[in-house]
């Protein structure tokens, strides 16, 4: 069973535009990381944010973080045609585990 | 090796044939992962070894799914006796232990995974 939800469960926007993509979570975390994966590509990190902080940024990117609602935000600013692929969040499988419990993801299509 | 190498890239096996999926974590990684992604999910966690010992398998489907890393380096997943329920595509990751990471936190590194198709 997957952790997270992602939303929206697909976006299109034009390039330039920001996209805003939205994660919920059940269980406490130590941290939420978000991962890109291009179509029929592996996973690639983008960012982790730790449980202590609300805000993150790196680059094009802006995660937040609200622990209170169980609830992350992935914004990517002025996108590019190269940012189309799914975005999915992950978080810790819970106490003492390795293993991360990812989201169903955000498919984004960013139209040039 | 520069990235984490699954082979083979797409395998298409007939209902009830046995496969087997490889992972090459990258050199020096301690920790590797399997998950499986069905089409148009996230992926979800199969099993975790450090080093040779298989940790955590509480993710595996059924008892027709196994996974070893007998030395701790490259690793197999198998399959038995595939459904059709099975096609998936498997992604392998791998990662540094805690101690190595500094503030990285559980930055985990996946491989472009292993796409299996079942008919």
């Known amino acids: 069973s997957q952790q997270g939800e992602e939303d929206p469960q697909a976006l299109s926007i034009q390039e330039g535009e920001n996209a805003t993509m939205n994660c919920s979570y059940k269980t406490s975390i130590n941290n939420l990381q978000w991962y890109r994966q291009n179509s029929g590509r592996g996973l690639v990190h983008l960012i982790l944010?730790?449980?202590?902080?609300r805000e993150k940024h790196s680059g094009r990117l802006r995660v937040t973080l609200d622990t209170s609602k169980k609830s992350s935000s992935l914004l990517i600013t002025a996108s590019r045609a190269a940012d189309t692929a799914s975005y999915f969040c992950?978080?810790?499988?819970?106490?003492?585990?390795?293993?991360?419990?990812f989201g169903s993801g955000t498919r984004l299509q960013v139209q040039p | 090796g520069a990235g984490v190498s699954q082979s083979p890239r797409y395998k298409v096996a007939k209902r009830g044939q046995d496969v087997a999926l490889r992972c090459d974590p990258i050199s020096g990684h301690v920790s590797l992962f399997w998950y499986q992604q069905a089409l148009g999910q996230g992926p979800e966690f199969l099993t975790y070894f450090q080093n040779e010992a298989q940790l955590d398998k509480s993710g595996l489907p059924s008892d027709r799914f196994f996974a070893e890393r007998p030395e701790g380096s490259v690793s197999t997943l198998k399959i038995q006796r595939t459904q059709q329920e099975d096609s998936a595509v498997y992604l392998c990751?791998?990662?540094?232990?805690?101690?190595?990471?500094?503030?990285?936190?559980?930055?985990?590194?996946f491989g472009e995974g292993s796409w299996l198709t079942v008919v």
């Open positions: 990751a791998s990662s540094l232990p805690a101690r190595h990471r500094g503030l990285s936190g559980n930055t985990i590194y």
């Open positions: 992950a978080t810790d499988a819970g106490p003492g585990r390795r293993a991360l419990t």
């Open positions: 944010i730790r449980s202590n902080e």
